[in-house]
């Protein structure tokens, strides 16, 4: 199975500043449809995970802009542009190239 | 609106088994895939299952293989997990997943094994 490895693990921010979760895969997510499938995940305290970003860089309905994601091939990133006491949380990615899917360890992001 | 309802969970001893059901509306279920993500308390997401839609092909994490069989009644918008063997480490909240890539989450069921 695609080992996903996210770092760091826990992520202390200043609230208005910026902030970057890697993640990375133990193979390519490049699906033979030639669609990378990685997702990125909030998972706010005491809720359900809600989808933030899927096929790399696509941000869902109602996610605010300032979150982004970018990358290729195994290595991929989250970047929140001005971090906003809402964001604190689990982020987590998954591939959903290969089953079967995997998710990273997750990165808890919190206000400094 | 697109609902995900998680029934069935529960404490269960050491080796029971256990069926849970997702009820969905608000969306075409037919045609969905639908997928099972559990998180063990305090800990991180770990994808368990999935089915696709009409021709309901199976996946599971290897963890799960042999003893999870996810199945779904389209006739009914229901989902289906059945857990046999159950094991102490199969205690976490089960979500129910809208589609393969997880845009719509279910609130969860909490199944906890313990003697």
């Known amino acids: 199975e695609v080992v996903m490895t996210q770092s760091p693990l826990s992520l202390p921010v200043t609230l208005g500043q910026p902030a970057s979760i890697s993640c990375r895969s133990s193979q390519s997510l490049v699906h033979s449809d030639g669609n990378t499938y990685l997702i990125w995940f909030q998972q706010r305290p005491g809720q359900s995970p809600r989808r933030l970003i899927h096929?790399?860089?696509k941000r869902d309905s109602g996610v605010p802009d300032r979150f982004s994601g970018s990358g290729s091939g195994t290595d991929f990133t989250l970047k929140i542009s001005r971090v906003e006491a809402e964001d604190v949380g689990v982020y987590y990615c998954m591939q959903g190239t290969h089953w079967p899917y995997t998710f990273g360890q997750g990165t808890k992001l919190e206000i400094k | 609106e697109l609902q995900l309802l998680e029934s069935g969970g529960g404490l269960v001893k050491p080796g029971g088994s256990l069926r849970l059901s997702c009820a969905a509306s608000?969306?075409?279920?037919?045609?969905?895939?639908m997928t099972w993500v559990r998180q063990a308390p305090g800990k991180g997401l770990e994808w368990v299952s999935a089915i696709s839609g009409s021709v309901s092909n199976t996946y599971y994490a290897d963890s799960v293989k042999g003893r999870f069989t996810i199945s779904r009644d389209n006739s009914k918008d229901t989902l289906y997990l059945q857990i046999n063997n159950l094991r102490a480490e199969d205690t976490a909240v089960y979500y129910c997943?809208?589609?393969?890539?997880?845009?719509?989450w279910g609130q969860g069921t909490l199944v906890t094994v313990s003697s």
């Open positions: 096929k790399v860089s």
């Open positions: 997943v809208q589609g393969a890539h997880l845009p719509y």
């Open positions: 608000g969306f075409t279920f037919s045609v969905n895939a």
